[in-house]
């Protein structure tokens, strides 16, 4: 890894531990409540090569241990700490890659849910095992609140980086401009709606209304934001969230306020919060990279489709017996000198065939009961055309009947239409 990147990468773990110690409250444990570094360091070694991930890890627990020392640790607290810092996400890391989960796509939210879990684990767990062996401190309830930060600080940092660390901007990309509006008045609606939420004198008014703090209201903004422009207007959305929720917190304003509570759990409340909001945007993701890529598989296979019946001079069909719709595949016009629309029913297509041929082909067309699915059979036919000097170009059709499951009813008719092998156009 190249030193101005590793660089970079410390300098936002160090900028993110510096925004985390303003919303973390003084403890016996010094526990942080709020910890986005943890994602911040996650992120680095997933988005770098394997060989890099042992560099950055000694670079994180020295600098780690730096930040506990100046943070008001004793020398040997801060390298039990520091050292946790580093080997956690190596570990965590490393289990993301040994199941093969990429940060892209639908694999995202299982790798943050798994690399969240093994760093709270690790961090949290080790922790509060030190300070409980070396400083006798109850071990349960540091670690439920210590694992919980880490978990929270993975979820929201470690999506915001990956997705925008992968931005690939397109110039041929089309705009959508009242996407583009929607998007960024959710977004401000978002964090209008948070503030107002979180301010001292709404909750007094809430309190004195009888009325429950709608704090769902800006997780729907956020879920339209997620919709609307993606994982990166998501991402960016739920930092602001957590920004805005956990400074009210801090400062004892805000729906997680109370007065007989101490400040550490407020903070976890809060991140709690915040937490649900940016899993909720994860599965946003994950719902939306499915359908992009169940569009893009049907897209496929429509455009192979095509270029088959194109390459072999067809056109395919397939006709719905209950209602006599025809839809087409490939190029009609050239085949048979018609437009699709014009042949979009049964009796359009029988009205342009030649009086001799339209029983025959309604009657094959037109079998609604059907025992046993016959193979598919060739009938030759002619219909109009201005393509041909007699007025006529003879096709033939190569179909059968499609049961509907039950061996019952016919539900299609579907088949090919082709030249004669003889013919010569």
Request: aromatic share 8%; proline share 5%; with cysteine.
């Amino acid at each position: 890894m190249p030193l101005s990147h590793a660089a970079c990468w410390l300098c936002l773990y160090l900028a993110t531990g510096a925004l985390s110690g303003q919303f973390n409250v003084n403890t016996a444990a010094l526990a942080p409540y709020v910890w986005f570094p943890a994602g911040v360091s996650l992120a680095a070694m997933l988005l770098s090569r394997t060989s890099s991930s042992i560099p950055l890890a000694i670079a994180f627990a020295l600098l780690q241990s730096v930040l506990s020392y100046l943070g008001g640790r004793d020398v040997p607290s801060s390298l039990v700490l520091g050292t946790l810092a580093g080997i956690a996400p190596l570990i965590a890391a490393t289990v993301v890659r040994r199941m093969h989960m990429p940060l892209a796509g639908l694999h995202l939210l299982q790798a943050v849910v798994v690399a969240a879990v093994v760093s709270a684990v690790l961090l949290g767990g080790g922790g509060s095992l030190y300070f409980a062996l070396t400083k006798g401190m109850p071990f349960l309830v540091p670690l439920c609140q210590w694992s919980a930060a880490i978990f929270v600080g993975v979820c929201i940092t470690l999506p915001l980086l990956a997705v925008w660390a992968q931005f690939s901007p397109k110039r041929s990309a089309p705009r959508h401009a009242h996407r583009e509006l929607v998007g960024y008045a959710s977004f401000i609606a978002m964090a209008a709606v948070t503030w107002w939420l979180f301010d001292d004198s709404t909750a007094r008014w809430l309190d004195a209304a009888g009325v429950a703090c709608p704090l769902y209201l800006p997780m729907f903004c956020v879920v339209i934001v997620s919709v609307v422009c993606g994982a990166r207007g998501g991402t960016l959305a739920v930092l602001a969230l957590a920004l805005i929720c956990l400074g009210h917190t801090e400062h004892g304003e805000g729906p997680f306020a109370s007065k007989s509570a101490p400040v550490s759990l407020l903070l976890l409340q809060a991140q709690l919060y915040v937490g649900v909001s940016a899993m909720l945007v994860l599965i946003v993701h994950a719902l939306r990279e499915s359908e992009a890529q169940a569009c893009l598989q049907a897209n496929r296979w429509r455009t192979d489709l095509e270029l088959a019946l194109e390459g072999g001079a067809l056109v395919a069909y397939s006709v719905d017996s209950a209602t006599q719709r025809v839809r087409w595949h490939g190029d009609v016009r050239r085949l048979t000198g018609c437009d699709a629309q014009s042949l979009s029913t049964v009796e359009e297509v029988v009205a342009r065939l030649h009086p001799d041929d339209r029983e025959r082909l309604r009657a094959r067309w037109s079998r609604l009961e059907e025992t046993a699915l016959p193979a598919p059979s060739h009938l030759t036919f002619r219909i109009s055309s201005s393509l041909a000097l007699s007025g006529w170009v003879e096709l033939v059709d190569i179909g059968s009947l499609l049961s509907d499951g039950n061996g019952g009813t016919t539900a299609f008719v579907a088949g090919v239409w082709q030249h004669p092998p003889s013919s010569t156009r």
